[in-house]
């Protein structure tokens, strides 16, 4: 299509923008990447990616945009993403400096007539109340000199089968235009279905509503495994049955807790706006509530098992296999292993990590050097090098007890050679 001779800028070069830039110059755009990290720069240069993902492998060296942090650039673009992240800070609270910044630094280099996408998730109300008057109060008119839309990013890392080049999108805009420009772009970018929506505050809100679902179920199944527990169910066996109904229920699993870049966030994002409405979203604070408990949760299962056989947790070697917060990936957003090692280390253990995937932050060097090492382990993150582990090792290494922090192990193979096992709800 003709307008695939544009220049698209993506703003923020990490697990969002990076995928956008390298499937925008897949299909023929000219694509020009602002990223603040010369060292990242750098790599994606090369045609090496900085993030350990299966799409960017394979795809970043044929399809390498030219990376740069000089803003100036952004001149040249007709089409601007902003993928930028959008944490909240020690109090949930919801920080939207860097979208404030981005959307600051594009409208001081911006070409009249371009369109600005925001793809960085936020709360219902971010591109009306601070996207645009950004652009306003820089001399902009929007819907005549800029043209704004939000298309919130669908990331999963780590994920094969759906990757950019073919997860159905949804568009909202301020104006038509900019909607048809919006709409044009993403259906070049992506095979699957790209929905208009009728204003961009609903495109803002499906986002939210996506993770804040995820995260409320998986609140419920954690709180199940929890009374199941001490009922002597397994909640995993109970949820593989209930999936046996074939309408009306959809299976979620418990684990040690929730990591990402969104699940543990974005609801927060909700709760706060509708806080300035005059609205109390109960459901969604409750469901933060037992997912932010997790950890500890996971850490009192160590304990109580360790107690079994009469052995203190101060002092005691405490292996935590994951760092990453999901399977095969080396994305550390939110990890429920961060705040794993804190509480163990605060109850006095020797806490050792391995984490094929992130060995840099990890204090030992293999699976087999902390297994060696450790008298107990937790099982964090479920990495295939993990799941692999024969009980009969962990045996010939002398660990005590197991804790399955995602039910991803054989219970009963473990316990057969004599080893304490607990998993989350089972």
């Not at 839309?149 to 949804?170: I, Q, S, Y």
């Amino acid at each position: 299509m003709e307008n695939k001779k544009q220049t698209v800028c993506v703003v923020g070069l990490g697990y969002v923008g990076l995928p956008m830039a390298v499937r925008s110059v897949e299909v023929g755009y000219k694509v020009i990447g602002i990223e603040k990290m010369k060292e990242k720069v750098s790599l994606i240069n090369k045609g090496k990616s900085p993030i350990k993902e299966k799409y960017l492998e394979d795809n970043l060296p044929k399809f390498t945009p030219r990376a740069t942090n000089d803003e100036k650039e952004i001149k040249k673009a007709d089409i601007i993403l902003i993928c930028v992240p959008t944490p909240v800070d020690e109090k949930f609270y919801p920080d939207l400096t860097p979208v404030i910044g981005a959307s600051e630094m594009i409208a001081r280099n911006l070409k009249k007539g371009a369109l600005v996408v925001l793809e960085s998730t936020v709360n219902p109300g971010v591109s009306e109340e601070i996207v645009e008057p950004i652009f306003r109060r820089a001399g902009f008119k929007v819907g005549k000199d800029v043209f704004i839309a939000h298309c919130p990013e669908r990331v999963n890392p780590g994920d094969e089968k759906w990757t950019v080049a073919n997860l159905p999108r949804v568009v909202g805009s301020f104006d038509k235009k900019g909607l048809e420009m919006a709409l044009a772009y993403y259906r070049n970018i992506t095979t699957g279905e790209v929905r208009p929506m009728k204003s961009i505050r609903e495109a803002e809100a499906v986002k939210i509503m996506e993770n804040s679902f995820r995260d409320i179920n998986i609140a419920f199944v954690n709180e199940l495994a929890r009374s199941f527990d001490r009922m002597g169910i397994d909640v995993k066996d109970v949820i593989l049955g209930a999936a046996t109904k074939p309408f009306a229920f959809m299976p979620h699993f418990p684990s040690c807790g929730v990591g990402g870049h969104c699940i543990p966030v974005d609801p927060y994002y909700l709760i706060e706006r509708a806080k300035e409405i005059g609205f109390d979203h109960k459901f969604l604070r409750v469901a933060r509530e037992i997912n932010n408990s997790m950890p500890r949760y996971t850490v009192e299962l160590l304990q109580d098992a360790l107690n079994e056989i009469k052995k203190p947790m101060r002092g005691t070697k405490v292996g935590i296999l994951g760092i990453a917060y999901k399977a095969n990936v080396d994305d550390v957003r939110e990890s429920p292993s961060l705040k794993i090692i804190e509480i163990a280390k605060k109850y006095g253990s020797d806490v050792l990590t391995f984490d094929p995937y992130i060995k840099e932050k990890s204090t030992e060097k293999s699976l087999e050097q902390i297994l060696k090492k450790s008298e107990a382990i937790i099982l964090v993150t479920d990495h295939n090098q993990f799941k692999a582990i024969d009980p009969k090792t962990l045996k010939k290494h002398g660990i005590k007890v197991v804790i399955d922090g995602k039910n991803c192990l054989d219970k009963k193979a473990i316990q057969k050679m004599g080893i304490l096992y607990r998993g989350i709800g089972r």
